[in-house]
């Protein structure tokens, strides 16, 4: 029975990050397709209406929000927004975690918060950071600022982390991509026996 049980666990493994991801997106579709089909069914005649049309109508309106974002007012109108969300208990523990799980997507092509991945030696242990700043303001550390970089050591499964001013001399290279160490760092370090981190240089 135990051993019909792991096989069973096996299995669902392997294919619970695709059903899911596949739900996530089929999810992502029929809601903005029941969202948006009400209003276009008011707006447009009943000849011009097709089944997806929702779901296009959204998608440009994400692409919108995104043109939209580099203006300066909408920015503004934005961070005012997600300083009230900050403040409500609860709500702002999962507004955070979604904030920084966002921070990891492409931005239309500018360079991202989070630039290059590092370890840093704690006592005996090797912890998993993120340069975060390379060039430190001399209004923090005056001339101690040359040497220093901002790096972030985010918290296993999305709980907070901390974020340190740290001597560069004190820092070993990765080869690891960003998406490659927050996701180990996200998971507890459980990793697939089909993946091989590079190795630190």
């Known amino acids: 029975m135990r051993r019909l ?19 996530l997106v089929f999810w992502l579709g029929s809601t903005a397709e029941r969202i948006l089909s009400g209003p276009l069914r008011a707006l447009l005649p009943a000849d011009r209406y097709w089944p997806g049309l ?16 580099n203006a300066y ?5 934005l961070r005012i927004g997600e300083a009230f969300l900050a403040r409500i208990p ?20 500018k360079e991202r918060d989070l630039k290059r991945v590092v370890l840093w030696r704690f006592g005996a242990a090797q912890l998993i950071g993120f ?8 209004r ?7 040497g220093l970089v901002a790096v972030y050591f985010p918290m296993s499964y999305q709980i907070g982390g901390y974020t340190l001013y740290l001597p ?6 990765t080869d690891l991509s960003v998406q490659e160490a927050m996701r180990m760092v996200l ?14 240089r």
Not at 5 to 23: H, R, S
Not at 54 to 69: A, E, K, M, P, W
Not at 131 to 138: F, I, Q, R
Request: hydrophobic share 50%; charged share 10%.
């Open 73 to 77: 007012v909408v920015r503004y109108l």
């Open 54 to 69: 929702g779901l296009v109508v959204g998608s440009l309106l994400v692409l919108l929000i995104g043109v939209l974002v």
């Open 90 to 109: 609860i709500v702002k523990t999962i507004f955070g975690a979604f904030k920084d799980i966002t921070q990891f997507l492409p931005a239309g092509g």
């Open 140 to 146: 923090l550390f005056g001339d101690n600022a040359a």
């Open 187 to 200: 998971i507890g370090g459980v990793t697939s026996h089909t993946s091989q981190p590079a190795a630190a």
């Open 168 to 173: 560069v001399g004190e820092l070993t290279e």
């Open 5 to 23: 049980w792991n096989t069973f666990l096996k299995g669902l493994v392997a294919v619970l990050p695709v059903t899911l991801t596949v739900y």
């Open 131 to 138: 340069v975060t700043e390379e060039h430190v303001s001399p």
